[in-house]
């Protein structure tokens, strides 16, 4: 082989050679992203699921229904187990 023919073996072996050590660190970063993305997805999942709660929770309050349904269990419930109790003692 003559000296033109080794320095372009030369150049296209150091030429592959970044190629695929670039190639290897660019897999390692999008493995690295994906993870990241997964822990961000299930995040996201859990901050929507709270979100939903509070919604639930905001609107049982707001409407007549949650408003009639939070003062029963607040006030005529502990009232009505105390004459539940008291009845029981006569007996």
């Known amino acids: 082989m003559n000296v033109a023919e080794w320095i372009l073996v030369a ?4 030429t592959l050679f970044i190629f ?12 690295e992203v994906s ?8 995040k996201g999942q859990y901050i929507a699921d709270n979100a ?8 049982g309050m707001t409407s007549i229904g949650g408003t009639v349904e939070m ?3 607040k006030y005529v419930n502990p009232k009505i187990k105390e004459k539940i109790k008291e009845s029981k003692e006569k007996e």
């Open 35 to 42: 993870d990241e993305v997964k822990r961000v997805a299930v």
């Open 71 to 73: 003062l029963v269990d």
């Open 20 to 31: 695929l050590v670039v190639g290897i660190i660019l897999m390692l970063k999008i493995l």
């Open 52 to 59: 939903n709660d509070v919604v639930t929770n905001v609107k």
């Open 11 to 14: 150049i296209l072996s150091v």
